[in-house]
């Protein structure tokens, strides 16, 4: 089996997600990867197409985010003669020219709805159409996709469709940011110079213990792209010299935004933290408003009648308030807990705002989120 050599890492999260590119790529399935600009999705892409059966056969990869949207369409898929102006020969498209190969189709979640509706058909079928033609073209083509977006938050906006997304995710592979990859930044880094030693013809006297602890640290927003890109400044500008802290921070300096990046460990992002920490913040809220709701109820079971929480309007007259009736007669149906009164209390104002939940949980000075559980809660 052939293996891209520049797909590199030893890392728990690269290792086992190698084992996964290998299952995938003997197969014809669709294969859609998700990750970070620069994070070696192309990479990933070529390793596939590698170790797959169609490894002797063509390549392309199309980045749908650098064409021009009235022309994509077109690239992929090809015109014929006068389809528009310019169009002065029948030409082949992506799709055709990799005819019994691999397309890799980067930045996928930028490709135009008009555009995504004719590459369902390709998906599903093999067929297309030229720009200019009515008929029909095949072509026997493995189609692997990569995306740095959130394809869920792009099919909710309306911006990818739905059926186009669970038909290109048929194997899903996620690869790791590189702050996340430990050691492989260093294995990348070496790499890196025999191939820029070779091409620069520099002989590169190395890094101390101390830049290499440095370059762990750092949080790489641009990724392998990033890592590879100041490897060449280091070997080209500072002339093969051996690279201490000193030196590798002030490139890393140039490079970021903020100096503090170099200083501190990188931070992963922890999407299931991120959630959790997003959960605990919005908890908080709404027992602030919980707190701040029970403050009011508090104050109208004084002997004045119950007004809304602006204090500009009654939601009803007493003679239609059950809960002033029961006040004045002081009967034994009077409200006799703070959970009663709130119920009621959110009951009149729903019915005062006809049912209108926004309205409702303005008027009460809650959250949309907090009045939908109330009303559950209360079976309202």
């Known amino acids: ?14 290792t086992q997600l190698r084992e996964l590119a290998l299952q995938v790529a003997d197969t014809e399935i669709t294969v859609l990867i998700i990750g970070e600009t620069g994070a070696g999705k192309e990479v990933l892409a070529r ?13 392309i990869p199309v980045n749908c985010g650098a064409i021009p949207s009235g022309i994509l369409e077109s690239e992929l ?62 072509a026997d083509t493995r189609i692997i996709a990569a ?17 186009l997304y669970y038909r290109l995710r048929s194997v899903e592979l996620q690869i790791p940011p590189l702050r996340e990859r430990g050691p492989d930044i260093l294995l990348l880094a070496e790499h890196f110079v025999h191939e820029f030693e070779r091409k620069h013809g520099v002989i590169f006297e190395g890094f101390t ?5 440095l370059m762990l640290r750092y949080p790489w927003p641009g990724n392998i792209r990033e890592l590879r890109n100041l490897v060449e400044s280091l070997l080209i500008l500072e002339k093969g010299k051996r690279i201490t802290p000193e030196i590798l921070e002030k490139h890393l300096i140039q490079r970021s935004r903020h100096k503090s990046l170099v200083h501190e460990p990188a931070k ?42 602006d204090n500009t309007a009654r939601i009803q007259s007493s003679a239609s308030n059950p809960v002033t009736e029961e006040r004045a007669s002081g009967t034994s149906g009077a409200v006799n807990s703070l959970d009663d009164l709130e119920k009621k209390t959110i009951a009149e104002t729903l019915a005062v705002c006809e049912g209108n939940k926004r309205k409702t949980a303005g008027l009460l000075g809650i959250t949309e989120r907090t009045l939908y559980r109330k ?4 079976g309202l």
């Open 1 to 14: 089996m052939k293996r891209d050599s520049n797909f590199i890492g030893k890392s728990q999260l690269v």
């Open 47 to 59: 390793f596939i197409h590698a170790n797959s059966r169609r490894a002797d056969k063509s390549f």
């Open 77 to 138: 898929f090809g015109h014929e003669k006068g389809a528009f102006t310019g169009a002065f020969q029948s030409r082949k498209g992506y799709f055709e020219s990799a005819d019994r190969g691999t397309i890799f189709l980067d930045e996928i979640g930028e490709m135009p709805l008009e555009t995504q509706v004719k590459f369902l058909r390709v998906l599903e079928t093999g067929e297309f159409q030229r720009v200019g033609s009515s008929d029909s073209v095949y």
């Open 147 to 163: 995306t740095n977006k959130n394809m869920f938050q792009a099919v909710a906006d309306g911006n990818f469709r739905e059926d």
């Open 209 to 213: 213990h101390e830049a290499g602890e």
């Open 268 to 309: 992963q992002d922890n999407q299931e933290l991120n959630i959790i920490y997003r959960s605990l913040i919005q908890l908080r809220q709404d027992i602030n408003d919980v707190r701040q709701l029970l403050e009011r109820l508090i104050e109208e079971r004084q002997e004045r009648p119950l007004l809304l929480p």
């Open 375 to 378: 009303i559950k809660a209360y």
